[in-house]
């Protein structure tokens, strides 16, 4: 698994959680950056980092179209 922060590499480990009533929960932390994540929390950055991926396609598109138009309104 890759870190959605920096690229690096993630490992999985067991974590104690004081505040939480489970006790403990399965995540991933980044060797490099430190960044834990739980699977939860992976799954939401997922789909956040797609949407806003797909965002910038449909913007992108409409600058294009929108260029085209206005080298045809110039020529
Ligand atoms: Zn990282």
Sequence with gaps: MVCLRCDG????EVFIDFA???GSFEGWRCLV???IVDPEIYRHRLMQSSLRDRQAEV???KTA???RDL???SA
């Design 65 to 67: 179209t929108k260029s």
């Design 20 to 22: 939480g009533s489970d």
């Design 59 to 61: 913007f992108s598109r």
């Design 33 to 35: 950056c430190g960044e």
């Design 9 to 12: 590499l993630m490992r999985r």
């Design 71 to 73: 080298v045809r309104l």
